[in-house]
């Protein structure tokens, strides 16, 4: 469960934001990896080194430290999202490809990639193995989304036949199903409106709108189905941002319509999946802004040019699970 979004303010600064729904306790912190990082395949123990570095949200599991969003400084971000019952990876590894579990992929596309167009040429040597050899255990069905500084924005979706990459026009990615049923889905929406809908006659009945009534063909659920007609249209019709620092307020309001609370959807073994943290991803600027679930304040981390110039070992900032409050007497 999670929702994702590319963006551009006026001055246009390229973004790439998500929220990260979930129920096991992931315990992300944002994190540096350096150029050089070598990280560990679960399935053959071979050896990657990392030729970008990368900003984004981590956690360090067993060798590896694991990223589920960030962006390298080349201004390429990438995010993994949920992608049950839909995702199909190979049945083994082959030999002479880069063979990987699903939670490792962010890792090679940030750390070996520099834009889209390289990526779309890298992406054929790549396998995702249907494994439960990864770090999380059991294997993870994942779909990704991916941007660069020129603004194009993309899903990768594994269909048993090596990865597709997929123009995101619309510029929102959820969850399950697949993206084109999804996009698909938009045509049953085509009445909302920003404006309201006017009053009519019935028979010889008068009726008047009551109030603002021009969204209320929007489905007001948490599936993914719900979230990613919500924030396409937010997407779509919220006032546009000027400059980089109103963009991160405006995708947050954005992010206000798809958020979870705790307790709104327990899953059959009674976790509860909720919004974990919101990650908004400046990659221009090379600037993340995070916010965990428990503290609504706005952390900003700079991957600045010494840390990709003379970062030399990962590192995980520190941030305040309790909320903060500012007080104005």
């Known amino acids: ?15 790439l934001a998500r929220t990260m729904d979930f129920a096991f306790e992931l315990n992300g912190k944002p994190t540096f990896l350096p150029r050089g990082y070598n990280w560990l395949s679960s399935l053959d123990n071979k050896t990657y080194n990392s030729s970008y570095a990368i900003l984004g949200t981590g956690a360090k599991y067993g060798h590896n430290y694991m990223v589920a969003d960030g962006f390298n400084e080349h ?24 063979n990987l579990v699903s939670e ?31 770090v999380m255990g059991a294997n993870q069905p994942l779909h990704w989304i991916v941007t660069d500084r020129t603004g194009a924005t993309y899903v990768i979706e594994p269909r048993g036949q090596g990865l597709e990459l997929e123009e995101d026009k619309v510029g929102v ?40 009534n021009g969204t209320f063909r929007l489905p007001g659920g948490f599936t993914a189905v719900d979230r990613f007609v919500r924030e396409s249209f937010v997407h779509e019709v919220v006032q546009k941002p000027n400059t980089a620092s109103e ?57 600045t040019p010494e840390m990709i110039n ?12 309790e909320q903060q409050v500012k007080s104005l007497n």
């Open 1 to 15: 469960m999670c929702t994702s979004l590319s963006y551009e303010a006026l001055d246009g600064t390229k973004f």
């Open 75 to 98: 201004g390429l971000a990438c995010a993994e999202l949920y992608f049950d019952h839909e995702a199909v990876y190979e049945a083994a590894p082959e030999e002479g490809k880069i």
């Open 247 to 303: 963009a991160v307020n405006t995708i947050m309001h954005m992010f206000d319509t798809v958020r979870i609370p705790k307790g709104v959807n327990v899953k059959d073994n009674n976790t509860i999946s909720y919004t974990q943290y919101e990650a908004v991803l400046d990659i221009t600027n090379c600037v993340m802004y995070y916010t965990p679930y428990s503290n609504r304040t706005v952390y900003k981390i700079e991957l």
């Open 104 to 134: 490792e992929f962010i890792l090679w596309v940030l750390g070996h990639n520099k834009s889209i167009a390289e990526l779309r040429k890298n992406l054929e040597d790549v396998r995702i193995i249907d494994s439960d050899a990864g």
């Open 310 to 321: 003379s970062g030399i070992e990962p590192k995980e900032f520190s941030v305040d699970f």
């Open 173 to 212: 990615m959820t969850n399950t199903p697949d993206y084109q049923w999804h996009k698909t889905n938009l045509s049953n929406y085509l009445g909302v409106q920003t404006t309201n809908f006017q009053g009519m006659k019935f028979g010889n009945q008068e009726v008047e709108k009551l109030g603002q």
